[in-house]
């Protein structure tokens, strides 16, 4: 057979079947003639039920077989010559086998969906066991890793914990600070953060700029202290105003977002005084406001410390910030553990919600995090927001507050205030046991705080009790010594070896720019401290000034004469410093003075009128007169009174209204008050004094809480001619004497020049004549200043050669010195 040759047509056989004969051309196959009729295969359901099929007989199925066997012999027949044998194959077998597959493919086909999903399933499973063992082998690894970088962290000499997440990565402390109080609190912080093996770095306010650095401590894991002061008006201070005016814009300005710090981590303790009510701590307030405002999370509630040892919590600024920093470092410990969260803001009274009202709020609030636990007994000063507290409480931070539950709210706000008045001015806060007991007894505060005490003591002042001191005026060592005294020598007549220098109140109302003592004396308005006896006062101040007296005793060029009158006091200068008309029991003091024949110098700085009306009567009073208009004597003295300037023109009525010596005292500031003669000419028509100093103000040194410098100084000559414009326009006085030592000059009025001679000078055992009569008469018996005047020496003068030096002394130049025209 040619291999193109198609296989051949079976056909059916037809007629009988012979041997080796055909049948209508149908071959035979194997001697047997297949069926004339071949049936048509039965496929299907008919197949599956057996092979029957509707309306045909039993021979379908036979018929059926027959004809697929007919086929595979066929197929055998043509593929045999490519086989090259012919197999012995049954037939039957073969039919057999065919039908069985032919059956099995059909219940598989039937069954496909029961497949299907057995398959699936299987293959999820294979997935699953295949992802686990993927993790399993995954966690394996890195446990591997991280142990082997412990290993290699161990043999570097690193700690085992360095492997562990780091909570707190470093601590950065700012300041911002005007006397230095600030910084040296900042310095301390660090060196107790340093103990705790951390890495700290002290920054200056002044020194950083926030619009480049301020964003990174969001990702750094540092954590921000802010130590900031309040200075005049509720200012920052030098250092920290451009900061704080950053901050400001930032806050408020929309293109940076809400979240411009979110995640930076701060605290804030605030520097201030409680006698200025309206600005007290406004700064450190303001920093966190702003901050809370940008998305930052405190770590722990504001505190603030008080200057004024009347309010303060703890007795003192040092003593606040003690008591914030044991808080602040056992919070600090806390966070390096993981084991606390940052504070979310909404805290009053040192104290933070409960973690079941914070999460109620969360939702309401960017920053609600969980409140750490607030451990600690104590509580600090009054912390921060209350305001955004309260307006959370009503309605949450982004509630919108309809106008007619606007009265709710302001009653809310109202009532929350007052309780937080009463509980500090009347309960008080409970810092521990004896302070609570102290508060309740109602006992008040010594006035001197430990850190005052050292800081007035390394100063030469010698304190006396809880709130007095004395100390040794440079012009009685001058005297001494034979080297000349002070103006008040050449004006008025005293002896200044024998002149004590004291103060029976260490505090003042005002913290002027020229103040000589740098601010190291406590401020306030109203006396609030705890008082010593006057008697107890005197006999002290008499002592420590004769112990003084007594350690010249042998040094060179002291005159015995003069060292021996010196022992016994005749005079008192009650103008050390602060202001000596606070004192309850001033006019009590001042008549121990007179029983002890000692004369008395009072000066006020014009702030307490009603005391300057009840004074009794006073060899000299005293009131400065520091500017004439109501903004510069803002801008020099800082009043604390809001009213100050009522205050001062009432005083100075109130000195019109005394019988005995009076004296204004100007202290020239050259660019800041020396301009303003008409304005000083109103004053003096206004509280009619009889004498008029007019001295340049004194550099006593550098000092951070004064902007002055020695340009601020006027020269001797630059005061003679403001004293001669001054005379000028009143006049009803005169220029009477000059003390160029000193720089300073007195204008007198015209009623002390007698037959045209000056009586500038004090009798002063007249005085104590007079004031020994006015009590015996139980102050009916008055007597004027023109009672117990004396005459002025022609040498102390205006226009006289020796300038206002004693020509029985003799003047000590200083070698290799600049002429001193400073005074004292």
Request: glycine share 8%.
């Amino acid at each position: 057979m040619d291999m193109a040759e198609p296989p051949p047509r079976l056909a059916a056989p037809h007629g009988p079947a012979g041997e080796g004969g055909e049948r209508r051309g149908r071959p035979a196959v194997h001697g047997r003639w297949p069926p004339r009729r071949r049936p048509r295969p039965v496929v299907g359901r008919q197949m599956a039920s057996g092979g029957k099929r509707k309306g045909r007989g039993r021979g379908a199925g036979a018929a059926a077989a027959w004809g697929r066997r007919a086929e595979a012999v066929a197929l055998r027949k043509y593929f045999l010559p490519f086989l090259g044998t012919e197999p012995a194959l049954d037939l039957d077998v073969s039919m057999d086998m065919w039908n069985f597959s032919y059956t099995c493919l059909a219940s598989l086909w039937l069954h496909r969906f029961y497949i299907y999903s057995v398959i699936a399933f299987g293959i999820s499973l294979w997935i699953v066991v295949q992802l686990f063992t993927t993790k399993k082998k995954g966690e394996k690894s890195n446990g591997n890793l991280s142990s082997e970088v412990v290993e290699e962290k161990q043999a570097n000499g690193y700690a085992a914990l360095q492997a562990k997440e780091v909570y707190v990565a470093g601590i950065k402390i700012f300041y911002g600070s005007q006397t230095g109080t600030a910084k040296r609190f900042a310095k301390g912080l660090a060196e107790a953060v340093t103990s705790l093996n951390l890495p700290v770095e002290v920054i200056s306010l002044g020194d950083y700029d926030p619009d480049d650095c301020l964003a990174e401590e969001t990702t750094s894991r540092n954590i921000c202290v802010f130590l900031v002061a309040t200075y005049t008006d509720g200012q920052p201070t030098e250092s920290a105003a451009w900061f704080c005016k950053w901050l400001e814009e930032t806050a408020n300005d929309f293109r940076f977002g809400k979240t411009y710090l979110k995640g930076l981590r701060y605290a804030v303790f605030g520097l201030g005084n409680s006698v200025y009510v309206d600005h007290y701590n406004t700064v450190g307030r303001n920093i966190d406001r702003w901050l809370w405002m940008l998305s930052a999370s405190r770590i722990m509630t504001r505190a603030e410390g008080d200057c004024n040892v009347a309010q303060s919590k703890h007795g003192s600024i040092e003593a606040d910030f003690e008591a914030w920093k044991t808080k602040f470092l056992n919070c600090l410990q806390a966070l390096c553990r993981g084991e606390r969260k940052p504070c979310s803001g909404k805290c009053k009274k040192g104290k933070c919600k409960s973690q079941g009202k914070q999460s109620k709020e969360s939702s309401d609030h960017e920053h609600g995090a969980a409140e750490y636990e607030n451990a600690e007994a104590e509580e600090l000063v009054e912390t921060s927001s209350e305001e955004e507290a309260d307006a959370e409480e009503v309605g949450g931070t982004n509630s919108v507050i309809d106008v007619e539950d606007l009265g709710n709210v302001m009653s809310h706000m109202k009532k929350a205030k007052r309780e937080r008045e009463l509980e500090e001015g009347v309960v008080g806060t409970s810092l521990s046991g004896e302070t609570a007991g102290r508060k309740e007894a109602g006992e008040k505060r010594e006035m001197i705080t430990a850190a005052l005490r050292d800081a007035l003591t390394k100063q030469g002042y010698k304190l006396i009790g809880s709130h007095s001191g004395v100390k040794l005026c440079r012009w009685t060592k001058s005297m001494l010594r034979g080297r000349g005294g002070c103006y008040k020598h050449t004006f008025y007549g005293i002896e200044s070896h024998r002149c004590m220098e004291a103060t029976p109140s260490l505090a003042c109302a005002n913290k002027c720019v020229f103040c000589w003592r740098h601010h190291t004396n406590p401020v306030g308005t109203e006396w609030r401290w705890k008082m010593d006896q006057p008697e107890m006062i005197l006999q002290e101040a008499i002592e420590n000034h004769q112990n003084m007296i007594k350690q010249f005793k042998g040094v060179s060029g002291v005159k015995s004469d003069r060292f021996e009158e010196a022992m016994t006091a005749k005079h008192c200068a009650l103008s050390l410093v602060g202001e000596p008309i606070m004192y309850p029991e001033i006019n009590r003091f001042l008549k121990l003075l007179h029983q002890h024949n000692i004369s008395s110098f009072l000066v006020t700085n014009a702030q307490f009128p009603d005391e300057i009306r009840n004074l009794e009567p006073v060899t000299q009073l005293y009131v400065s007169v520091d500017a004439s208009t109501k903004e510069s004597l803002k801008r020099i003295d800082r009043p604390l009174f809001k009213d100050f300037w009522q205050r001062f023109l009432d005083s100075l009525k109130a000195l019109s209204e005394k019988q005995q010596r009076t004296v204004y005292r100007l202290t020239l500031v050259k660019a800041w008050n020396v301009d303003e003669l008409k304005a000083y000419a109103d004053l003096v028509s206004l509280g009619k004094p009889d004498f008029i100093e007019v001295k340049g103000v004194t550099y006593c040194g550098e000092s951070s809480a004064s902007s002055l410098t020695m340009a601020n100084v006027p020269w001797h000559e630059e005061v003679v001619r403001f004293v001669q414009e001054l005379a000028e326009l009143i006049p009803d006085y005169e220029i009477a004497c000059e003390h160029e030592h000193s720089n300073c000059l007195l204008i007198a009025h015209k009623k002390f020049k007698v037959d045209g001679e000056w009586c500038t000078w004090i009798n002063y055992e007249r005085f104590q004549e007079l004031v020994r009569e006015h009590e015996r008469s139980g102050g009916s018996k008055t007597f004027t200043a023109a009672d117990y005047t004396a005459r002025t020496p022609r040498w102390a003068l205006f226009g006289s050669s020796q300038r206002g030096f004693d020509p029985l002394d003799v003047r000590y130049q200083r070698k290799n010195k600049a002429k001193d025209i400073s005074g004292c």
